[in-house]
């Protein structure tokens, strides 16, 4: 099991820039991919990035390359987001989340937080 709490959250200006994080705790060891993934009012939750535990490689939704960073501590027990150039788009609860050992795909994210607002306004 792997517990997951985010934070950093906040209503921000567009062009403003947030950094998200999330503390994980439990057998994080066993996760082969940690992640974000956020969800708007009216839609569907999707992959924001993920990072590979073991290795470090990252990916992105087109949406936010060039923009987002994900990043992780060498203890890997702290995951990060950093998003800069924010636009209104970019508003929604934001979701740390982790996988299992078995894989990386995004529907292979099994572990989540409760999430975190980020609030853009234009």
């Known amino acids: 099991q792997v517990q997951l709490v985010e934070s950093g959250g906040d209503s921000v200006q567009a062009g403003g820039s947030l950094r998200l994080s999330c503390a994980a705790s439990g057998e994080v060891y066993s996760s082969a991919c940690m992640g974000w993934f956020r969800q708007a009012p009216g839609k569907e939750r999707e992959g924001v990035a993920r990072i590979y535990t073991y290795g470090g490689s990252t990916s992105y939704a087109d949406s936010v390359k060039g923009r987002f960073t994900i990043s992780q501590n060498s203890a890997k027990n702290t995951l990060y987001l950093q998003m800069n150039s924010l636009n209104p788009e970019d508003t929604a609860m934001y979701y740390c989340?982790?996988?299992?050992?078995?894989?990386?795909?995004?529907?292979?994210?099994?572990?989540w937080g409760q999430g975190t607002q980020v609030t853009v306004s234009s």
């Open positions: 989340a982790a996988t299992t050992w078995t894989g990386c795909q995004w529907s292979d994210f099994s572990y």
